[in-house]
């Protein structure tokens, strides 16, 4: 009965698999993980330009203080997470693995700036007009939190002639092990709530949608009770179904529409926002406070206390593995974000930034790929690719470096969600190809 | 400081546990009830035939890996007990020793090293062994052990149904008359019949789909499209004229067609990629089946069928590639 009802609920209908959940801190609460004595924020936390540094060493900043104001459209304001003194100004290995700038701050006391509002109660009001919602989403930095990083002004401002019906609130969490977003939802359903008619608002839209996996019963329960206050958002419970919080898929399940090849969610008038996003939204008009913290959820088969942390952005992930009894005998990877689309850190000391949603201790038996095989021709890569594209093949002409056909056969539209690699029977690493292949085209196309 | 070494690879950083050894390990067992069938039904012979085709096809796989290739010998994989296996199934049980090494090796040499090993062989490796065996020792393929249990039956003996099927009708009985001194399609079923070694028994053979497919090892596509095709085919004709042609139910259970929907059409490396594929690629087997059986000099034609479409493989692979997601029409609203 319950097997039959879990196939009834939405899903997307190209490919997918379905990776053990081990959703194993699921339960537990949102702690405000204590001020760390130094934080390191790197002012490139996101898709776009870099923003300019507007502070020196020596300066004294609060907390919320603006420290890199955005350069152009596509890139994002950077705060201080901290009070304090900022000590060096340099190249650090961020989570990307790449050495970019960050402006180290020194921790002395917790002085907000006054003109954020540190209270808790809630403010449903909404005075703002559009563009002025716009406008504050921008100033407070906020970028998407679900991994990518995108400026979130961007995808309010909606360009002429594109007529978005629809909003989409993408509380999916399909990565496994990660639950940020899970305890968001149970635990500030208001502010998700108020965050989401803020940015029906500000896209002039009269729908929204929550859209939630079946695995989440409790936040589903939740958000569809809270929601009955606030009109015109409704909550879809979808089948587990892994990438279904990409973008694409979760417009797919929810409406049945497919973004076109290299086209964006307006293009088919939806617009998506990850509900870690929304919360910080609801901060950032209705508080006046930038986002300088997030939840991050640590967790691993060995982690002592599996948990979810209330982070200042820039602290380093040493502090959350010690806060979560420390690092596991035999650990032999830590991964930023989830097991799937996740990027292995080559060092512990490095910062958290907007887009961390955890950190996953992987013990050493599994953080070392198998023995590959040749390639058997079973087909499971083409049966598990959601953007219905021929993975083996992509694999080889990324290798043989073969541009001209890698685009013909849209290697361009890869999500890099990692589901060939992940069922590939002979371990072969068909992702790594694929990305190479996807750079390759990228650059070729550069030159011309 | 720690002095912990950390992995650092890209994402996917987690495996679904279903590999190419584990793989192979479940066909093999979706084959032994099969298997044990067959020794029950046959003796020792089916032991021996078995045995001698897996470490002879294990055997050739080392040699041509150490010494031709010079690479890592492959036989861990599992592939070559399975080709050996199925070479196997695909032959009688008396078959002379030195003949089923003469298979082994063109199935593994031939069929599937010389393209260049596991994945790369356009064609069924087993079946290019038994079909080279087929033109090669006619008399002894086609030689059908009597069984050692004491069966009650006496037609299934010397000849395999289809065979004795297409004599009497070239000597012009009517099918009914033929079919009265042939065991019933029950019989057929639960595995009382002369054939090849492992090819007997329905039930045993459907035993191994259903585990293959609570595996998730293949898929319904290519054996049910085949068998379908087979039943839809062969009954029309039987409705037609049934003094002519055999029941539909008469054709699948007999002269391998679970075998080779089962174990030999479903080869991951010689079908195709997309479910549509399959779909095509089984009701193509099954019409040359139907073609050969009703029409053609030989009494069964299952591997020749299977053959034919595995050359048609590529060009069916071109032409049912996935529908790239973003190119359905915008039903915007």
């Known amino acids: 009965m319950l097997f039959d009802l879990n196939n009834k609920l939405k899903t997307f209908h190209k490919g997918g698999v379905h990776p053990p959940e081990h959703k194993l801190s699921e339960h537990a609460a949102i702690e405000e993980l204590p001020l760390p004595r130094q934080v390191v924020i790197p002012i490139f936390q996101h898709i776009g330009k870099p923003p300019k540094i507007v502070v020196e060493r020596g300066d004294e900043v609060k907390v919320g203080q603006i420290i890199a104001v955005h350069e152009g459209f596509v890139s994002s304001n950077i705060h201080s997470s901290v009070s304090g003194k900022v000590g060096r100004i340099d190249e650090v290995i961020d989570s990307s693995g790449f050495r970019r700038m960050a402006v180290n701050v020194r921790v002395k006391d917790d002085v907000w700036d006054e003109s954020i509002d540190r209270s808790d109660n809630l403010v449903t009001e909404i005075p703002f007009a559009p563009k002025e919602i716009v406008e504050k989403i921008m100033e407070a930095g906020v970028v998407g939190q679900g991994g990518a990083a995108f400026p979130s002004h961007v995808k309010l401002s909606v360009p002429e002639g594109k007529h978005i019906d629809t909003l989409i609130i993408n509380g999916v969490e399909c990565e496994p092990y990660l639950t940020a977003d899970h305890r968001l939802m149970l635990e500030r359903p208001h502010e998700i709530m108020v965050g989401t008619k803020i940015l029906?608002?500000?896209?002039?839209?009269?729908?929204?949608?929550?859209?939630?996996?079946?695995?989440?019963?409790?936040?589903?329960?939740?958000?569809?009770?809270?929601?009955?206050?606030?009109?015109?958002?409704?909550?879809?419970?979808?089948?587990?179904?892994?990438?279904?919080?990409?973008?694409?898929?979760?417009?797919?399940?929810?409406?049945?529409?497919?973004?076109?090849?290299?086209?964006?969610?307006?293009?088919?008038?939806?617009?998506?926002?990850?509900?870690?996003?929304?919360?910080?939204?609801?901060?950032?008009?209705?508080?006046?406070?930038?986002?300088?913290?997030?939840?991050?959820?640590?967790?691993?088969?060995?982690?002592?206390?599996?948990?979810?942390?209330?982070?200042?952005?820039?602290?380093?992930?040493?502090?959350?593995?010690?806060?979560?009894?420390?690092?596991?005998?035999?650990?032999?990877?830590?991964?930023?974000?989830?097991?799937?689309?996740?990027?292995?850190?080559?060092?512990?000391?490095?910062?958290?930034?907007?887009?961390?949603?955890?950190?996953?201790?992987?013990?050493?038996?599994?953080?070392?790929?198998?023995?590959?095989?040749?390639?058997?021709?079973?087909?499971?890569?083409?049966?598990?690719?959601?953007?219905?594209?021929?993975?083996?093949?992509?694999?080889?002409?990324?290798?043989?470096?073969?541009?001209?056909?890698?685009?013909?056969?849209?290697?361009?539209?890869?999500?890099?969600?990692?589901?060939?690699?992940?069922?590939?029977?002979?371990?072969?690493?068909?992702?790594?190809?694929?990305?190479?292949?996807?750079?390759?085209?990228?650059?070729a196309e550069n030159n011309q | 400081m720690s002095t912990t070494l950390l992995t650092v690879a890209p994402s996917p950083h987690i495996h679904q546990e279903l590999t190419v050894p584990q793989i192979m390990r479940g066909v093999i067992y979706a084959m032994l009830p099969a298997l044990a069938l067959s020794v029950y039904v046959f003796g020792i012979g089916a032991v021996n035939v078995t045995v001698i085709a897996i470490v002879s096809c294990a055997f050739f796989e080392y040699l041509i890996c150490t010494y031709l290739l010079k690479t890592k010998s492959s036989v861990a994989d599992g592939s070559a007990i399975i080709t050996g296996m199925l070479l196997a199934f695909n032959v009688p049980s008396n078959l002379p020793w030195y003949i089923v090494v003469i298979g082994s090796a063109v199935a593994i040499g031939i069929g599937k090293m010389s393209f260049?090993?596991?994945?790369?062989?356009?064609?069924?490796?087993?079946?290019?062994?038994?079909?080279?065996?087929?033109?090669?020792?006619?008399?002894?393929?086609?030689?059908?052990?009597?069984?050692?249990?004491?069966?009650?039956?006496?037609?299934?003996?010397?000849?395999?149904?289809?065979?004795?099927?297409?004599?009497?009708?070239?000597?012009?009985?009517?099918?009914?008359?033929?079919?009265?001194?042939?065991?019933?399609?029950?019989?057929?079923?639960?595995?009382?019949?002369?054939?090849?070694?492992?090819?007997?028994?329905?039930?045993?053979?459907?035993?191994?789909?259903?585990?293959?497919?609570?595996?998730?090892?293949?898929?319904?596509?290519?054996?049910?499209?085949?068998?379908?095709?087979?039943?839809?085919?062969?009954?029309?004709?039987?409705?037609?004229?049934?003094?002519?042609?055999?029941?539909?139910?008469?054709?699948?259970?007999?002269?391998?067609?679970?075998?080779?929907?089962?174990?030999?059409?479903?080869?991951?490396?010689?079908?195709?990629?997309?479910?549509?594929?399959?779909?095509?690629?089984?009701?193509?087997?099954?019409?040359?089946?139907?073609?050969?059986?009703?029409?053609?000099?030989?009494?069964?034609?299952?591997?020749?069928?299977?053959?034919?479409?595995?050359?048609?493989?590529?060009?069916?692979?071109?032409?049912?590639?996935?529908?790239?997601?973003?190119?359905?029409?915008?039903?915007?609203?």
Not at chain 1, 234 to 258: C, D, F, M, N, T
Not at chain 1, 295 to 310: D, E, I, L, R, S
Not at chain 1, 333 to 354: R, T
């Open chain 2, 116 to 333: 260049g090993g596991l994945g790369n062989n356009p064609f069924n490796p087993a079946l290019v062994g038994r079909v080279f065996l087929l033109i090669s020792f006619p008399v002894q393929m086609t030689s059908w052990p009597e069984p050692v249990a004491s069966w009650s039956i006496d037609g299934a003996t010397g000849a395999t149904p289809l065979g004795l099927l297409k004599d009497g009708l070239r000597v012009g009985d009517t099918v009914p008359a033929i079919m009265n001194e042939m065991p019933s399609n029950v019989d057929f079923l639960l595995g009382f019949q002369g054939g090849s070694l492992g090819e007997m028994s329905g039930v045993a053979l459907i035993l191994g789909l259903i585990y293959m497919l609570y595996r998730k090892i293949i898929t319904w596509h290519i054996p049910i499209s085949m068998v379908v095709t087979i039943f839809i085919l062969t009954g029309l004709f039987w409705l037609i004229n049934p003094e002519k042609y055999a029941d539909p139910v008469f054709h699948i259970l007999t002269g391998g067609v679970l075998l080779g929907a089962i174990f030999m059409a479903t080869d991951y490396v010689t079908s195709p990629f997309t479910h549509k594929g399959m779909l095509i690629f089984g009701v193509g087997i099954g019409i040359i089946t139907v073609l050969i059986r009703l029409f053609g000099a030989y009494p069964e034609g299952v591997s020749f069928a299977i053959l034919i479409m595995n050359a048609f493989v590529p060009l069916i692979n071109r032409y049912t590639k996935p529908r790239r997601f973003g190119n359905k029409p915008v039903t915007n609203g």
């Open chain 1, 200 to 443: 029906m608002k500000a896209l002039g839209v009269d729908r929204a949608i929550v859209g939630i996996e079946n695995n989440k019963l409790d936040a589903i329960e939740l958000i569809e009770k809270v929601s009955r206050e606030y009109d015109g958002i409704s909550v879809e419970s979808l089948k587990v179904q892994y990438p279904q919080g990409g973008e694409k898929q979760l417009i797919e399940a929810l409406l049945g529409r497919e973004v076109p090849s290299g086209g964006l969610p307006m293009d088919v008038g939806a617009v998506v926002h990850n509900v870690g996003t929304t919360y910080s939204v609801y901060h950032a008009v209705q508080k006046n406070k930038p986002l300088i913290e997030r939840v991050v959820t640590v967790t691993g088969k060995k982690v002592k206390k599996p948990a979810n942390y209330m982070v200042r952005i820039g602290t380093s992930v040493t502090e959350l593995i010690e806060a979560s009894g420390g690092l596991p005998e035999n650990t032999g990877k830590i991964v930023s974000g989830g097991p799937m689309m996740g990027k292995a850190l080559g060092d512990m000391d490095v910062p958290i930034a907007k887009a961390t949603s955890g950190i996953l201790l992987i013990p050493t038996f599994e953080s070392k790929r198998s023995e590959v095989y040749n390639c058997v021709r079973c087909g499971k890569c083409i049966e598990a690719c959601p953007m219905g594209l021929e993975p083996y093949h992509l694999m080889l002409l990324g290798k043989g470096k073969n541009t001209d056909e890698a685009k013909e056969e849209n290697i361009l539209d890869c999500i890099e969600c990692g589901s060939c690699s992940f069922i590939c029977p002979s371990n072969r690493p068909i992702l790594d190809y694929i990305r190479f292949g996807k750079s390759s085209v990228r650059k």
